[in-house]
C-alpha cells in the first residue's frame, strides 16, 4: 500500500510526462493529464486518510546511484546551458555546485544514506494536498490554455507535449521533495525543481524568456551552493549519513553548537527559492512565461519549497539570534514587496510581488517560532495557495479576453466578462479581505509578532499596503458605464473546472476553518515545532492552545473568542441576502457638469466646441515614491545585509 | 443572552447618539462661523428625506458596497462593544473603508474617483497608527482583547499618551474634518464636487449618512477606552476630543492627500513606534 502511495506521488508524474512527450494528440494528451491529475488527488487524500508514515524504498534496486548518476545529469545540463547562453552567473553557480559534489562523492567517499529515506508527517500531508489538488487543477487549466497560446503566437510546431511535460514532473518532484528525509536526496529533487523551473520559463524561447530563466537559475544556484555546503558540513560534522536525516536534525539528536550555521545555510537556500529580497528578481521574471507557469510557481510548487525548508527547520534554530533575524528577513521582504506592489501597471508582476510579500509572512512566522506563528505560517500555506492559483488562473483568462496584462486595460472588465471579474474579484478579496482565510492567517501572525517587535512593525505598515493594492486594480476592474444587461461570456470546460473548483475551496476552506484547523494544521504544527517523528506529536493542538492563553470558551486557534468569528461569518451570510434587497430601480449618468451627450450607456462629454469627447480615467501608481526605480536600490541594500546578518547569526551561538 | 441584548442596544442607540453629534457639530461650527446653523436633529430629517427618495444609482454594483460599508462598520463597532479582539476591531474598519472605496470606483465618474482615490490613501494613513494602537495594547496588557482594557484600573492613557496623539489625528481623518477633508466634504468643493459621494444618491446616500455616525461613535469609543476607569472620563474625553475637532476644522485649511499621507507615516508612525519599543524595554 505505502509502496503505491509513494509510487503514485513521486514516480507516476514522470511516467505520465513521459508519455505526453510521446503522445502528440490534443485529445489524447488532456486526456492523460486530467487522468494523472485525478489520481495525484484520491492518492493525497489517501495521504491525508492515513496519517504520518515513514517510508525507505525496498531494496533490490539502487535508488541511490541512480540519483547520484541524474544529480550530475542535472549540474552538467546547468553548465551546458550556461555555455549555450553565454550567461557566466549560471556556469560560475553550476560550479560552485558541481565542484562540492564531487568533493563530497569522491573525496570524502560520502555514503549518505539515512535511513528512513522519506517522511511523512502532518506538515508533509498538508504540503502533498496542496501541491496534488492545485497543482493537478493548474495542469488541467494549461491543457487548453496552451492551445490558446499557441494560436495566439501562430506556431507551425506544437511545442504543447513539452511544456506539459515539465509541468507534471514539477508535481512529482515537489512531492519528493516534501516527503524526504534524506537531505541529500532533498537537493536532488531541490535541484529537479529549479530546471523545471528553467525549462518553464524559458518556453516560448524568446530572448527576454531565456534571460529571465537564467536568472531564475543562477539565483537559485546560488541557494543550490549554500544547500551543498551544508551537506557537506553537516556529514562532516555530525557523525555522516545520521547527521544528514533531516529528523535527527530537528530532533536535536544531532545537536550541538556547531548546528547553526548549516541550518542558516538552509534558510538562505530557502529565501532565493521563495524569492525572498534580494532575489525577488527571478521570480518577477518569470511573469514573462505563460500563466499556467505563474500559476504552479506561485501556488503550489517551487516558493512553497523555499517557505517549507525555512519551516521544516524551525525547531533547529528555536530561541537563537538567527530565528529572529529570520523573522525580519521574512518581515521585510513582507513590507517592501507590499509596498512595490503599489507602483506596478502589469496585473501578473502586481500578483507577484503579493506572492513575494506573503511569502515574506510565512517566513517571517517561522522566524517567530512560537506554536501560534507556526500555525499562522501553514494557514498562510494553505490559504495563499488557494487564492493565488485562482487569481492567476483568473489572470490568464482575462489575458486571453483583452489579450493585455495591463492593469489599465482592465477597466471597465466587469462588464467585458462579468464571470472572470467575478471569481477574480472573490479572489483578491479573498487575499486581504474577511471572512476569508488569508487575513486570518494575517491576524493570527499579529496576534504572535510582538515577540519581534521590529517584525510586527513591519507586518502592520506591509498589511496596509497590501490593502491599497488590491483595492486599486479592484477599482479598475469595477469602473463601468451605467449601462443595462451584461451578456455573460462563454469558457472553456478546461478553464471553468479549475476556475470554479478554486472559486468554491475559497469559500470551503475560508468557512470551514475550525475543522480544517483540528485535522491537519494543529497537527502539523505540533509536528514543525516538535521536530520529532511525526508519530509522536498528536497532542499538540492542545499545547498550541494553552500556550496562547486563551479564555475558555474559546476554540478555534488559540486566542480566538468564537463569536467574533460568528460575527465575521454572520456578515458573509448577510452580504448575498441583500442582493435582494434595495436595488437600483433606474440607472442613470453620473455627474458631468451638465455636459453629458447622450444615455446612460456612453462615457462621451461635450468638450471644447461641442466636440464629443470620451473621458480617460486612470489609476495612481505613485511611481516616484514606491516605483521599482526609487526603491529598488535601497530596499535590495538592505535586504543583502538583513541577509548577512541571518547568516552571520548562524555563526553566533547562543 | 445579555449579549444579544448590548448588540441589539448598539444597533439601534449607536446611530442616534451619532446623529445628535453630528446636529451638535453643525450647530457649533455655524455659531464659529457666526451663523445660526440648523436645529440639533437636523441629520435625521436629512437622513428620513434620503430615505423617501427613488432607488436611483449610476452603477449596478455600486449598492453592494455601500451595504458592505454600513455593515463592516456596525461589525467593527460589535467588536468594540463586545469587548473583542483589538486586531479584528481594526481589520474591520480598514475593510468598511475598502468597502466605500470600491463604491465610488465601481461606476466610471471622474469625480466618484477622485474621491476614491482618495479615501484610499487616507486608508493608508490611518489604518497602520490603528494597527499599532493594537499592538500598544498588547504591549500594555499582553492580550489584543478589549476586555482586558476595561478590566484595568490604571488608565492607559498614562503609558500609552503617544499613540493617543496619533490617534487624534485618525479622529479628524475619520470625522472627514478639515485638514484632512480630502476624500469628501462637509461643505462642496469645486474640484471634487462632493468627492468619493457625488455618486450616491436617495437610500443609498441615507446608508452612507447612517454608517458615518455609526463610525463616529466608534471612534469616539476608541478614544474613550485611553480611561476606562471610570468610564465616563473616558466618555468625557472623548467628548473633549470631538469638540477639539471641531475647533481645528474652523481654523485649518484643506490640505492634500499626500501631505496627510506623509504626516501620518512620519509622525504618527513615529509617535506609535517611539511608544511600543518603550513599552517593549520596559517589560524586557
Known amino acids: ?106 573525496v570524502m567517499k560520502a555514503h549518505a544514506h539515512p535511513e528512513p529515506a522519506f517522511f511523512v508527517d502532518h506538515l508533509a500531508i498538508v504540503m502533498t494536498l496542496i501541491i496534488s489538488i492545485i497543482g493537478s487543477l493548474i495542469c488541467i487549466y494549461a491543457i487548453r490554455y496552451m492551445r490558446d497560446h499557441e494560436e495566439h503566437l501562430h506556431l507551425t510546431k506544437s511545442r504543447q507535449s513539452r511544456f506539459l511535460f515539465w509541468l507534471v514532473i514539477f508535481l512529482g518532484a515537489m512531492n519528493a521533495l516534501i516527503f524526504s528525509n534524506n537531505l541529500y536526496w532533498m537537493y536532488f529533487f531541490w535541484e529537479v525543481t529549479t530546471l523545471c523551473c528553467f525549462m518553464l520559463i524559458s518556453h516560448d524561447k524568446t530572448k527576454i524568456a531565456i534571460e529571465n530563466a537564467a536568472r531564475a537559475l543562477w539565483m537559485n544556484a546560488t541557494g543550490g551552493t549554500a544547500f551543498i555546503l551544508a551537506i557537506i558540513y553537516l556529514y562532516s560534522t555530525q557523525g555522516g549519513s545520521a547527521g544528514l536525516s533531516i529528523q535527527n536534525i530537528l530532533s536535536g539528536h544531532v545537536h550541538g553548537a556547531a548546528m547553526l550555521l548549516p541550518v542558516a545555510l538552509l534558510c538562505y537556500t530557502g529565501c532565493t527559492k521563495a524569492a525572498q529580497m534580494p532575489f525577488q ?374 | 443572552m445579555n449579549e444579544f441584548i448590548l448588540v441589539i442596544a448598539t444597533i439601534v442607540l449607536a446611530p442616534i447618539v451619532g446623529g445628535l453629534l453630528f446636529g451638535i457639530d453643525r450647530r457649533i461650527t455655524a455659531r464659529l462661523q457666526g451663523r445660526f446653523g440648523p436645529p440639533i436633529l437636523q441629520p435625521f430629517y436629512d437622513v428620513l428625506k434620503l430615505w423617501g427618495k427613488e432607488t436611483i444609482a449610476v452603477s449596478k454594483m455600486q449598492f453592494v458596497w455601500i451595504y458592505c460599508y454600513m455593515i463592516l462598520m456596525i461589525a467593527s463597532l460589535l467588536c468594540l462593544v463586545l469587548q473583542a479582539d483589538a486586531l479584528v476591531l481594526v481589520f474591520l474598519l480598514g475593510f468598511a473603508g475598502v468597502s466605500l472605496v470600491l463604491g465610488g470606483f465601481s461606476t466610471k465618474s471622474p469625480y466618484s474617483h477622485f474621491g476614491a482615490n482618495r479615501e484610499l490613501l487616507q486608508i493608508l494613513a490611518y489604518e497602520p497608527v490603528l494597527l499599532l494602537l493594537a499592538i500598544g495594547l498588547y504591549a500594555k496588557n499582553g492580550t489584543f482583547m478589549i476586555s482586558a482594557i476595561i478590566s484595568r484600573e490604571e488608565p492607559m492613557l498614562f503609558s500609552l499618551w503617544p499613540l493617543f496623539i496619533a490617534l487624534l489625528y485618525v479622529l479628524t481623518i475619520k470625522m472627514r474634518k478639515s485638514p484632512f477633508d480630502i476624500s469628501t466634504s462637509h461643505h462642496a468643493h469645486q474640484e471634487i464636487v462632493k468627492g468619493i459621494t457625488t455618486e450616491f444618491s436617495g437610500p443609498f446616500l441615507a446608508i452612507y449618512e447612517v454608517a458615518e455616525w455609526y463610525e463616529i461613535v466608534l471612534v469616539l469609543g476608541i478614544i474613550a477606552l485611553f480611561w476606562a476607569n471610570p468610564l465616563w472620563v473616558g466618555l468625557l474625553i472623548a467628548f473633549g476630543a470631538f469638540l477639539l475637532e471641531l475647533v481645528i476644522d474652523n481654523i485649518a485649511a484643506r490640505m492634500t492627500a499626500g501631505w496627510m499621507v506623509r504626516l501620518s507615516w512620519s509622525v504618527g508612525l513615529i509617535l506609535g513606534i517611539a511608544n511600543i519599543v518603550y513599552l517593549y524595554i520596559r517589560r524586557g
Not at chain 1, 493529464?33 to 525496498?58: C, D, E, M, W
Not at chain 1, 498528536?538 to 470558551?553: E, H, P, Q, R
Open chain 1, 281 to 654: 528578481s527571478w521570480l518577477l521574471g518569470a511573469m514573462v512565461a505563460p500563466t499556467p507557469v505563474s500559476a504552479l510557481l506561485h501556488s503550489s510548487t517551487m516558493v512553497k519549497a523555499g517557505v517549507y525548508m525555512v519551516l521544516r527547520f524551525a525547531p533547529a534554530y528555536a530561541g537563537t539570534y538567527l530565528s529572529s533575524a529570520i523573522a525580519i528577513v521574512g518581515a521585510f521582504t513582507f513590507f517592501g514587496a507590499s509596498a512595490l506592489a503599489i507602483s506596478q501597471t502589469t496585473g501578473k508582476r502586481v500578483l507577484a510581488y503579493s506572492t513575494i510579500a506573503n511569502l515574506g509572512l510565512i517566513i517571517a512566522c517561522a522566524g517567530i517560532n512560537t506554536p501560534l506563528s507556526i500555525a499562522a505560517a501553514i494557514l498562510l500555506i494553505i490559504f495563499h495557495a488557494i487564492s493565488k492559483g485562482l487569481l492567476f488562473m483568473c489572470a490568464g483568462a482575462i489575458e486571453h479576453q483583452i489579450w493585455s496584462r495591463e492593469i489599465e486595460d482592465m477597466e471597465g472588465l466587469a462588464a467585458k466578462a462579468p464571470l472572470i471579474t467575478l471569481i477574480t474579484a472573490v479572489g483578491m478579496l479573498s487575499m486581504f479581505m474577511p471572512p476569508f482565510g488569508m487575513l486570518l492567517g494575517k491576524w493570527v501572525a499579529l496576534e504572535a509578532a510582538y515577540k519581534v517587535p521590529l517584525a510586527a512593525i513591519f507586518f502592520v505598515l506591509a498589511s496596509t499596503l497590501t490593502i491599497v493594492f488590491w483595492t486599486k486594480w479592484l477599482g479598475r476592474l469595477l469602473e463601468v458605464v451605467p449601462k443595462l444587461g451584461w451578456p455573460l461570456e462563454k469558457l472553456s470546460p478546461s478553464y471553468s473546472v479549475p476556475l470554479w473548483t478554486m472559486f468554491i475551496a475559497v469559500f470551503v476552506v475560508g468557512f470551514g476553518i475550525g475543522p480544517i484547523y483540528h485535522s491537519f494544521i494543529s497537527s502539523a504544527t505540533g509536528n514543525v515545532i516538535s521536530g520529532v517523528n511525526a508519530i509522536v506529536a498528536s497532542n499538540w493542538s492542545d499545547i498550541v492552545l494553552a500556550s496562547t492563553g486563551l479564555k475558555g470558551g474559546a476554540t478555534v486557534l488559540g486566542s480566538f473568542p468564537v463569536w467574533t468569528l460568528y460575527i465575521i461569518l454572520g456578515i458573509a451570510l448577510l452580504l448575498p441576502m441583500l442582493f435582494f434587497g434595495l436595488r437600483p430601480t433606474q440607472l442613470r449618468q453620473v455627474y458631468l457638469c451638465g455636459e453629458q451627450s447622450g444615455g446612460v450607456d456612453t462615457d462621451e462629454w461635450l468638450a471644447e466646441a461641442d466636440v464629443k469627447t470620451r473621458f480617460i480615467l486612470g489609476g495612481y501608481y505613485f511611481q516616484g515614491t514606491v516605483g521599482e526605480k526609487a526603491m529598488n536600490p535601497w530596499v535590495n541594500t538592505v535586504a543583502i545585509l538583513l541577509l548577512a546578518v541571518m547568516i552571520g547569526c548562524g555563526v553566533i551561538i547562543r
Open chain 1, 1 to 106: 500500500m505505502t509502496d503505491w502511495m509513494m509510487a503514485i506521488a513521486i514516480l507516476l508524474p514522470v511516467v505520465s510526462g513521459i508519455l505526453i512527450l510521446v503522445v502528440r494528440n490534443y485529445f489524447a494528451r488532456g486526456v492523460i493529464v486530467v487522468l494523472t491529475a485525478i489520481a495525484l488527488i484520491a492518492n493525497s487524500l489517501l495521504f491525508a486518510a492515513k496519517g504520518p508514515l515513514t517510508y525507505t524504498p525496498p531494496p533490490g534496486f539502487d535508488w541511490a546511484t541512480l540519483i547520484a548518476v541524474l544529480d550530475y545529469a542535472i549540474l552538467i545540463t546547468y553548465l551546458i546551458i550556461g555555455f549555450k547562453y553565454r550567461n557566466w552567473l549560471v556556469v560560475i553557480f553550476s560550479a560552485t555546485q558541481f565542484l562540492p559534489l564531487l568533493y563530497f562523492e569522491f
